[in-house]
């Protein structure tokens, strides 16, 4: 099992034939991702050869869909191209949007969040390093060789300890991971993939990280009192931050005590979660409460 993405996965890559969106279709090609489709309105019907693989270019991303059953897209395109990426996306009704740009402005975020939620496409970004079920498919630019398939999740406001985490604890393995971004406005939360890991029956354990700002990590601790009865350990970065400051990702702004690590770390040993204080700490902690469950 997994959450949201899996070995049957379809997946299209808007902005496909840019450098980036070339090198990481390539990377999600070798990792097992069944990339069906790129789309550029310029290059449409054009055949991209990736490695052993040639890539159709569609028009559009109802285009793509209607010709390979696509469920899943991956955006790759500049900011200010985003917006109208991920509408385009979601007036097809694609029930799976990533979206990997950085720099996408807020009032464009809060725009194209509203029109998915209204299409019920499901949106996971933006600024984030996508999904990946490791052995199965892999949506973004998490790297697939550093770890392997096992029973554990991870929802990540981080990416680069989305990789950290899954490299400490390669030899356990991972359901999936989730990189979820960490804007000030985001799609799919901690709390959506809390609730998606609770339902998935090959999930042991959930490893949440979180970082300084916003109330993401206190709500996601009440809805794991009320709701979540799978172990979860968590990380929360930024405990040495100077409060009043925009460290790291746009959404990590600290005001008086609201926002701190140390409120977040309070929020969630209240509801139960063991919360390293560094990366390390934290595998070791999964492995703690893992041997406990045997």
């Known amino acids: 099992m997994a959450i949201y993405l899996t070995k049957d996965s379809k997946v299209l890559v808007q902005g496909m034939t840019g450098a980036e969106g070339m090198k ?10 069944d ?17 052993d693989r040639a890539v159709p270019v569609f028009g559009s991303v109802e285009e793509g869909i209607g010709a390979t059953g696509a469920d899943t897209t991956v955006v790759f395109v500049p900011p200010a191209f985003a917006k109208a990426a991920v509408i385009e996306a979601a007036a097809a009704r694609i029930p799976l949007a990533v979206v990997i740009t950085e720099g996408i402005p807020v009032h464009d975020a809060v725009a194209f969040h509203a029109y998915a939620r209204r299409r019920r496409t499901r949106v996971i970004g933006p600024n984030c390093p996508g999904l990946i079920t490791p052995g199965r498919s892999n949506a973004g630019i998490i790297p697939a060789d550093i770890t392997k398939p096992g029973r554990i999740g991870l929802v990540s406001k981080s990416g680069t300890l989305t990789y950290q985490l899954m ?3 390669r030899d356990i393995g991972f359901s999936t991971c989730v990189g979820i971004g960490g804007d000030p406005v985001i799609g799919t939360s901690h709390i959506d993939c809390l609730a998606a890991f609770e339902d998935d029956p090959e999930t042991d354990l959930v490893v949440l990280i979180g970082e300084i700002g916003g109330d993401a ?10 709701h979540v009865t799978k172990p979860v350990v968590a990380y929360i970065a930024g405990f040495t931050a100077p409060e009043g400051r925009t460290m790291g990702h746009a959404g990590a702004i600290v005001s008086g005590s609201s926002g701190t690590a140390r409120a977040k770390r309070k929020a969630l040993e209240a509801a139960g979660v063991r919360v390293g204080a560094t990366p390390t700490e934290t595998a070791r902690l999964v492995l703690d409460r893992l041997a406990q469950g045997q």
Not at 24 to 33: E, F, L, N, S
Not at 217 to 226: G, L, S, V, W
Request: hydrophobic residues 40%; glycine residues 10%; proline residues 2%.
């Open 24 to 33: 990481h279709t390539r990377r999600m090609i070798a990792a097992g991702t």
């Open 35 to 51: 990339v069906v489709g790129g789309v550029n309105p310029r290059k449409a019907g054009r055949t991209v050869d990736l490695d």
């Open 167 to 169: 490299h400490e604890l």
């Open 217 to 226: 990590e206190e709500r996601a601790a009440a809805y794991i009192k009320d």
